[in-house]
């Protein structure tokens, strides 16, 4: 070879090192800026780092032996391949961790429909200027102002009244006592489900839709060890900041430092009072139609506990999580077919995708005790999913995956600095988690409800040994 060549070569080596070098110190950079927020543990980081240094150094090897520029390229891509591998994966987790936990999604949205029945001559709110209109006396003093502002823009002089519950506000539009309705749309699943308006939602048309946006506001008060979550299983597949019934209502108390947890679950119905309600009962279930921070403080009063966080979940996210984890294995307690067919469970274990995890925790019609099965089945599946997240090494090296795929379906209120915590220790030390579940339960009855005071509907009475006995295993995981 000339010297010429061999001076070229040697240049092209010592730019193809420069640039290793400088794909090294960005990756190292890099790695621990990931390493000091959690997402890597350190003694992966010093693993990879090791091997960035071993690199380097056969490529400084391959220069002073001076190897063919064929090698150095070939190093120089493999080098290049991994640096940018790191810099997307802290990218793509950093990315979704952003978005799960962004406070802009700390919201309540209600979404807002003025309806008419299906023949009337009205077809925008400006046709409505004079006449009347009703909205749900429980909307609070905000949303009704909201409500107010946005339908006054429009429709100019038009006389409110108040309707006490959801069923009253669709009579008041059956009756001709208004022609026209304020209502919010997840109110139309409570009525699909009484006696005299399953058909409601037929009935009607909308002229005019709007969402209003109210903050939700909770307070924090374990350490990023021990916690008390809320886990809420919205009944949608829509937006999950949209407010709904709440069907899955969990409260899990998580020990980081003993790895263990404790899941306690409260049937759908159960009879209790909320914040927004004072001294009047109402379902559990209907406590989500009037935001995520009146469900918790429901809980709250029921278990004398503080809840830390929350994480709502809609059905879209459900599926996705279980599908994205390569699906679960839960054991049923019985033999049965999905009312509705479609899906049948046999008694055992029984591997599931998400859609069909999905239908067996919603089931309920099919089991003699109804909710209470529910609940237990909710549990179950819950716990299956989070082995299954720790006991796969596989799944926990690809949760930045699995959190991009769920991020739009997950609300919560937990800071990075906890989720980031929990998936370093894990991946620290896969060893699994000691999770338990007990599902409180009652006497099934009639009664009225604050959503609808005018109409009895199926309500489960508490049995307050079990909510004491609830309280006890949840304080017995967070006191450790």
Known sequence: MSKTKKKRSYVLNAVL??????????????????????????????IIIGVVVAILAVSVIAMMRKWSNIVMIVITAAASALALYGVLFASSVNRTVDIITAKEREVNVSEMKVAVLKDSPYNTLSDLANKAIAYNVNLSDDEILKVKTHIDEKAPNLVYREEAGFTALADSLRDDTVPAIVLNESYLDVLDETEGYETFAD??????????????????????????????????????VNTSRSDVNILAAVNTKTKKVQLLSTPRDYYVTMPVSGDVYDKLTHAGLYGIQNSIGTLENLYNEKVDYYLRMNFTGFETIIDAIG???????????????GYHFNKGMNHMSGIEALAFA????????????RGIDQMKVITATIQKLT????????YNTIFDKISDSIQTNMPQDVFYKIVNRQLSDSSGWD??????????????????????????????????????KLDSVLAE
């Open 17 to 46: 090192l420069g640039l290793m070098a400088l794909l090294a110190v960005l990756t190292v950079i890099g790695l621990i800026s990931t390493a000091g927020k959690g997402l890597l543990p350190g003694h992966y980081l010093g």
């Open 203 to 240: 009935e009607i048309r909308y002229i005019d839709e709007f969402n209003i946006e109210t903050d939700v506001v909770t307070e924090n008060v374990k350490s990023e060890d021990v916690f008390l979550v809320y886990i809420s299983g919205i009944d949608t597949h829509g937006a999950v």
């Open 327 to 341: 699906g679960i294995d839960v054991e049923s307690d019985y033999d049965f077919t999905v009312t509705g067919g």
């Open 362 to 373: 919603r089931e309920r019609k099919a089991f003699a005790s109804g909710d209470n099965q």
């Open 391 to 398: 006991s796969s090494r596989d799944v926990l090296l690809n």
């Open 435 to 472: 999770v338990q579940s007990y599902a409180v339960t009652g006497a099934g009855s009639s009664a009225t409800t604050f959503s609808m005071p005018n109409t009895t509907t199926y309500v489960m009475l508490q049995d307050p040994s079990m909510v004491a006995e609830g309280k006890s």
